[in-house]
């Protein structure tokens, strides 16, 4: 059975700008391009706060967890922190998410990144690494590092923004397979197709880089502000 996440519920917001339109924690962990993504999402109509606070991650109107680096020592990070206990709580309390990177894999129940690692358990599914050859037989180089075409399908209403299909910046050597396909909302091919984009209720997250991809990157994070914005 799906589990189902809750509709947003608005709460107050004393962290951030009283003037701002939507208010959103970055959440810093100590890893991921955060003032590069901030800077992404005002451009786009957001009023982001870098944050390592798990009050003002609970208080935010909507959440953004960027991330590079090891599954496992993101998870150390943010339990040690309390911010897995504030991502759970922002999100089962309605408020529209946004994965990056390492941000869509946290989601899963685990990773077999350096040993098994649990995740926030939100969705299910593992993470695993891409394998060394193609299906061909051919060497897979990893981890995937440049642009790739992600094929978007579904019905959740971030995609209402973006074309069919479009190019984006991936940094990665490990994939989220999900266990339920109707998680999956993009692909892309590297060696097979695997999900790029994965969304469900107040869950939208993506493999790669908005950041980094330029005009695309920017649609990404124009749709998914303006859909948070809608959830008051």
């Known amino acids: 059975m799906r589990k189902m996440l809750r509709r947003r519920c608005k709460l107050p917001a004393e962290a951030f700008s009283p ?12 890893a991921g391009n955060l003032r590069s993504v901030a800077k992404a999402l005002a451009r786009s109509g957001a009023a982001p706060c870098v944050t390592s606070d798990p009050e003002a991650v609970r208080r935010a109107d909507a959440v953004v967890l960027p991330g590079v680096g090891a599954f496992a020592e993101a998870v150390r990070q943010l339990c040690e922190a309390g911010l897995d206990a ?3 709580d922002a999100i089962l309390a309605g ?4 994965g990056l990177c390492l941000g869509l894999q946290l989601l899963f129940e685990e990773s077999d990144e350096h040993g098994r690692t649990p995740g926030l358990g939100l969705l299910a599914g593992r993470v695993t690494r891409f394998p ?3 299906p061909s037989g051919a060497r897979l180089r990893v981890p995937h590092i440049g642009w790739n075409q992600v094929r978007f399908s579904g019905r959740h209403p971030v995609l209402e923004g973006l074309p069919a299909s479009d190019y984006y910046y991936f940094v990665h050597a490990y994939r989220a397979v999900a266990a339920d396909d109707e998680d999956v909302v993009g692909r892309a091919d590297y060696g097979g197709d695997f999900a790029s984009a994965v969304a469900r209720d107040n869950l939208f997250a993506v493999q790669f880089h908005p950041e980094k991809s330029q005009a695309a ?5 124009d749709s998914w502000v303006a859909w948070a914005g809608s959830c008051g």
């Open 132 to 134: 060394e050859r193609d």
């Open 19 to 30: 003037m701002a339109t939507l208010q959103v924690a970055v959440v810093d962990y100590g």
């Open 95 to 98: 408020h529209p998410y946004l």
């Open 86 to 88: 504030a991502l759970r």
């Open 217 to 221: 990157g920017k649609r990404l994070l």
